[in-house]
Nanobody, 125 residues
Framework: QVQLVESGGGSVQPGDSLTLSCEFS????????MAWFRQAPGKDREFVAL????????HYTDSVKGRFTISRDSAKNAVYLQMNSLKPDDSAVYYC??????????????????WGQGTQVTVSS
């Protein structure tokens, strides 16, 4: 059974940076596309970024383009979200997610089978 564990959240000021990590276990990491989603209080879950199995494809929601970078490390079975120039609107619980093996990445959260427990990011002055 695939398990995902996020870490790296915290409270920061506008303009600061954070790197979120997601550790993958229970499957063959290289077969799985990975994605980050977030959910702020009172709002729907929102797609943030995705990365394909082969590192050749990444995609971001418009609001984070140029500020966030998704990456993966096969040696560590982990996916990361580097977040720069953070804004108060970035405050949310961030979730790591993956679909079944070999399936392509998608921005639709309901198509993801496995989710982590989430890590809180708070951006406030």
């Amino acid at each position: 059974q695939v398990q995902l564990v996020e870490s790296g959240g915290g409270s920061v000021q506008p303009g600061d940076s954070l790197t979120l990590s997601c550790e993958f276990s229970g499957g063959v990491f290289s077969r799985h596309a990975m994605a980050w989603f977030r959910q702020a209080p009172g709002k729907d879950r929102e797609f943030v970024a995705l990365i394909s199995q082969t590192l050749t494809f990444t995609h971001y929601t418009d609001s984070v383009k140029g500020r966030f970078t998704i990456s993966r490390d096969s040696a560590k079975n982990a996916v990361y979200l580097q977040m720069n120039s953070l804004k108060p609107d970035d405050s949310a619980v961030y979730y790591c997610a993956t679909r079944g093996p070999y399936l392509p990445p998608t921005t639709w959260g309901h198509e993801y089978e496995h989710w982590g427990q989430g890590t809180q990011v708070t951006v406030s002055s």
